[in-house]
């Protein structure tokens, strides 16, 4: 038989579908607002074309198709078996601003100029010419504004798990995908036992990562380490290729990873972001790229005056004066509780806190600031601007999000709560949903009841009926009831 690596690859995934995720930084509002950060006006995300190349199942295309109604939407994967289940999904869903098509990346069929395009988890699992032909896409089929999320696995952090691909490809040779799979667990389980004596760092480090890989799915075990191409490369030589293309490196994905070369006066970004890459060992990359010829500088501090903000850090627990004064507050966070002293910058994340994770613009928050402490028109103005540093750091540290506009999800369940209908289909066979902020969650207790009953229909009493019968009364069901709108509303799962 003729080796055809494009049959090959549609096989493999015809035969394991790849895992069903949704990705946050691929989405436009995302790559909107890094551009703007960037000073850069990118399309409008809320009517925008933005393509996905290996969207596989649509996981990560029907949520955004469902959250921005006045765009469009085109997924595209080889893999038909795939293509074919994404496009049963978009239709239980309604959804008519999607279309999904099977066909490779090498030979799209023609189509009108994108806005966006997203290639998450492909660039390194496909043969050089497909390579070549992402570039070439992001390039000949995007708009000069438009933006390109491209992710790789990075160099050097694949150096040493390259030893753990090499070991699992020599004990899962070919066959079956799911006999591959099982092979390869064991494998995993010898080499942990034979190590568990060895007191060494590398016996150390090596068990930690066997660890993690114990606890993937299969598709990520067989896809990843079964590959047959699965090739790192080094920032500094995708960002040469991109250029060979014609497109220019604007920023990584991340803004906690891009900081360093983001940072106003860093010097050679590239070079600057490659050097943390050795320094941080590290191994996954997702690079926004556009055309070269509208490349960007910088973060411009300027131009969050322009964007929303959000926070995970929570209100804290002290007396208004405390805001006021140079005291430090903590602000407690479930990552890293957050410690402030300077009074303009304790208030404007106290206004942001106070919102549960929803979008504040910048004039918003300042505005809140100003008020609480008693900053006239001009000084508020002043304030404003000469904290706008201060806050960049904020969002290089992680501590708070950048957004580009207000939340497109409800604040508070309804008289008749509806729920997002993708987390509540996703919820009739899993209790990881995907949230209208874009990304997933577990559903805890009472909540994936709720939701799979919220369906704008039923009021509060009929959602508390619907529940389960156990020895609660009706009055806790009631009340457990309305814990979980709460949680739901909080998390970003409901529309009404
Ligand atoms: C590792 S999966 C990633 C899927 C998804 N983007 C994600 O990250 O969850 C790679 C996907 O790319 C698709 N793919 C590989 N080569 C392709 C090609 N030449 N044209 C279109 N799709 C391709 C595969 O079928 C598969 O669905």
Redesign the pocket.
């Known amino acids: 038989m003729i080796y055809d690596p494009?049959r090959m690859?549609?096989d493999r995934?015809d035969e394991l579908p790849?895992?069903d995720?949704c990705f946050p930084r691929t989405h436009p509002e995302h790559l909107f607002a890094v551009s703007a950060l960037c000073g850069r006006p990118a399309p409008p995300f809320a009517r925008c074309r933005v393509l996905e190349?290996?969207?596989?199942r649509g996981a990560?295309l029907l949520p955004m198709a469902l959250d921005l109604p006045g765009s469009e939407f085109v997924g595209?994967?080889?893999?038909e078996v795939?293509v074919a289940e994404a496009r049963d999904r978009a239709s239980a869903l309604g959804l008519t601003n999607v279309t999904f098509r099977a066909e490779?990346?090498?030979a799209l069929s023609d189509d009108a100029p994108f806005d966006y395009v997203i290639c998450?988890?492909?660039y390194s699992?496909?043969p050089p010419a497909?390579r070549d032909a992402i570039l070439a896409v992001c390039r000949g089929r995007m708009r000069p504004d438009g933006v390109a999320y491209v992710s790789f696995n990075a160099l050097p952090g694949w150096n040493a798990l390259r030893t753990i691909r090499d070991f699992l490809r020599e004990h899962a040779p070919p066959g079956p995908a799911l006999e591959r799979v099982r092979r390869a667990r064991r494998a995993l389980a010898v080499l942990d036992g034979s190590l568990q004596a060895d007191p060494s760092p590398w016996s150390a480090w090596l068990r930690g990562e066997l660890r993690e890989l114990g606890g993937a799915d299969d598709a990520y075990l067989f896809?990843e380490h079964l590959a047959a191409v699965n090739d790192a490369v080094y920032l500094r030589d995708f960002a040469a290729h991109a250029a060979a293309h014609g497109l220019a490196w604007l920023a990584d994905a991340d803004l906690r990873v891009a900081a360093p070369a983001l940072r106003p006066g860093a010097g050679d970004p590239i070079a600057l972001a490659q050097s943390v890459d050795f320094t941080h060992n590290r191994r996954f990359r997702a690079s926004l790229l556009v055309h070269g010829e509208t490349a960007a500088g910088p973060a411009d501090p300027a131009a969050l005056a322009r964007l929303h903000l959000a926070t995970r850090a929570r209100v804290p627990d002290v007396g208004a004066a405390a805001l006021t004064d140079d005291r430090p507050v903590t602000f407690p966070s479930d990552e890293r509780p957050l410690v402030l002293r300077d009074p303009w910058m304790k208030c404007a994340l106290h206004a942001l806190a106070a919102e549960d994770r929803r979008p504040v613009s910048y004039a918003a928050m300042a505005a809140a600031a100003a008020a609480r402490l008693g900053l006239d028109r001009r000084a508020a103005l002043g304030a404003a601007a000469a904290h706008a540093p201060a806050v960049l750091d904020l969002l290089f540290d992680g501590a708070i999000s950048l957004h580009a506009g207000a939340a497109r999800y409800a604040e508070a369940a309804g008289l008749r709560p509806l729920a997002s209908p993708i987390a509540r289909a996703q919820a009739m066979g899993s209790d990881e949903v995907t949230t209208l902020r874009h990304t997933r969650i577990v559903l805890p207790g009472e909540a994936r009841a709720v939701l799979r009953l919220s369906d704008g229909t039923r009021d509060r009493a009929a959602l508390a009926a619907g529940l389960p019968r156990d020895a609660r009364s009706e009055a806790e069901r009631a009340g457990d009831c309305e814990q979980a709108l709460d949680w739901l509303a909080s998390n970003a799962l409901l529309v009404g």
């Not at 190349?53 to 596989?56: P, S, T």
């Open positions: 494009r690859t549609r995934y790849y895992a995720y190349l290996g969207c596989a990560n595209v994967d080889l893999s795939q490779s990346i090498a998450h988890g492909v699992w496909v497909v896809h």
